[in-house]
């Protein structure tokens, strides 16, 4: 594993968990997309603004970048990036994990995601969000980053135990 990490995967797989980890025993500075993506109150980020920060932040010597956001900048990270860790699970843990997620958020807000952005009114768009990933770009991004198998490490997470595996490896 290098020090240019790029997680990307579906909502509610564990990204954001495995970033932290990854980020305090390696020692590597995080960034979370959505932070980049959202301003409090749910709006977005300029396109134009959204690039330059993603950008600055793909330029870095070391990184962990945790997120999903546009196509063009999933192939800029793939590109950018020295290891790609794909968490791929099945649909319904997706599913599960997510709206366990929103239920908690019923009783606190979620710790790393951009303050003044409700998680909870969301809840539709992100399940329909979920299943949209996985039936459309789902296999468009498996193939984008298989294509990478050669010159880059590669972690395709098809389950939590592989998941897991991945922390006690490289934590």
């Known amino acids: 594993m290098g020090n240019k990490i790029m997680i ?10 495995l970033a932290k980890r990854l980020s305090q025993s390696r020692n590597l500075p995080l960034y979370r997309l959505d932070a980049l993506q959202w301003n409090s109150g749910w709006i977005p ?3 134009a603004e959204f690039d330059r920060r ?8 070391v990184w962990i970048i945790d997120g999903f956001a546009s196509w063009e900048s999933i192939e ?3 590109a950018a990036a020295d ?3 794909l968490v791929d699970l099945p649909l319904w843990i997706h599913y599960w994990w997510t709206t366990k997620r929103q239920f908690m958020c019923l009783f606190r807000p979620r710790p790393d995601f951009v303050q003044g952005c409700p998680m909870l009114p969301m809840t539709g768009k992100l399940l329909k969000m979920i299943w949209i990933i996985y039936t459309q770009v789902r296999p468009k991004l498996v193939e984008l980053v298989v294509s990478y198998r050669e010159t880059k490490w590669i972690y395709h997470i098809k389950s939590p135990r592989e998941m897991e595996q ?4 490289h934590c």
């Open 76 to 78: 800029t990270r793939c």
């Open 83 to 85: 290891t790609i860790i």
């Open 45 to 47: 980020t300029s396109k």
């Open 166 to 169: 991945v922390v006690i490896e």
């Open 8 to 17: 990307i995967g579906n909502a509610g797989g564990g990204k954001s968990t």
């Open 54 to 61: 993603h950008d600055e932040l793909i330029s870095q010597d």
